[in-house]
């Protein structure tokens, strides 16, 4: 993978207008057609429905023809954004030497995947980096009671698979732990972990109670000083043979996201990996 931070991407707006230009006799088919449609119809049913009494019948069918019609216009327009975004993700998967698909299939046990009901990523870019399958995508979950409405929490979200087993450690920035989330991220069996130096002033750290020594084997403070200075919003969690690595927003509304986390994937591969693949001839007996 390249390390290409010089371009700017936030190009959203331009890659709508490619879409627009590329289907712009569908859009003035689909903006005309049903205007001189419903007019006819209007126009037809004037001369049919003219009583006091049958004209609400009129106005009934005008009324539903533009609700649907507006309708309609929104789906076309979330079609088109659909096919700029996937204009945009190509762009930038090409520059970064990924690959991109509009979705795959969740991997792994993260513990985002028990927040919500997450059924796959969206606007996934997937690469090989030292020989280690990554893949980057938009994730998101929905959650509330039963009588509220659903409340949609959004991840610019990587994994990558390692061939190692590890035990489940959590790594987010201590400011998402003030709105009671450190109870969410907290895995069953973990306790918080205590960093050498004021690294816990800034991060929430937690591995299995009773393996605290293996995981400062691996979380060393030097290292986790290293990984995440000019990374404060991001988190990551190590599970298994997967790593995850995370912040909070969604690629189309912030480009420059990708190009972070991609810098922050590499980050991980040169400081953790050799700590991971270190250890993890002990790790596999947990």
């Given amino acids: 993978m390249s390390n290409s931070n010089s371009a700017d991407y936030n190009d959203f707006g331009r890659c709508m207008m490619t879409a627009w230009k590329k289907n712009i006799v569908y859009t003035l088919a689909i903006v005309i057609l049903p205007i001189l449609g419903i007019t006819l119809a209007y126009n037809l049913l004037a001369v049919f429905f003219y009583s006091d009494y049958l004209i609400i019948f009129r106005d009934m069918f005008l009324f539903w023809s533009l609700l649907f019609y507006i309708f309609f216009l929104h789906a076309w327009y979330r079609h088109v954004q659909t096919i700029a975004e996937n204009l945009l993700y190509t762009q930038i998967a090409s520059e970064i030497s990924y690959s991109y698909k509009e979705y795959d299939g969740i991997q792994g046990n993260s513990q985002l995947y028990s927040m919500g009901t997450p059924n796959y990523l969206m606007n996934v870019l997937y690469a090989t980096h030292k020989d280690v399958p990554v893949r980057i995508g938009n994730f998101s979950y929905s959650g509330g009671g039963r009588y509220s409405l659903p409340n949609f929490t959004r991840y610019i979200f990587a994994d990558m698979e390692v061939n190692a087993s590890f ?16 109870i969410i991220w907290n895995p069953i069996g973990n306790k918080e972990l205590h960093l050498e130096g004021d690294f ?3 991060f929430f750290v937690s591995a299995p109670e009773g393996k605290e020594i293996e995981s400062l084997q691996v979380l060393e403070p030097n290292v986790m000083e290293s990984l995440m200075v000019g990374f404060e919003e991001y988190g990551f969690e190590i599970h298994g043979k ?5 912040t909070h927003g969604v690629m189309s509304k912030n480009p420059n996201g990708i190009i972070r986390l ?3 994937i590499e980050r991980f591969c040169d400081l953790m990996l050799p700590e991971l693949q270190k250890f993890s001839t002990d790790f596999r007996k947990i």
Avoid: Q
């Fill in 242 to 246: 997967y790593v995850f690595l995370f």
């Fill in 167 to 182: 035990p489940h450690i959590v790594c987010i920035p201590r400011k998402w732990t003030s709105i009671g989330s450190s």
């Fill in 200 to 202: 816990n002033s800034k």
């Fill in 262 to 264: 991609h810098e922050f």
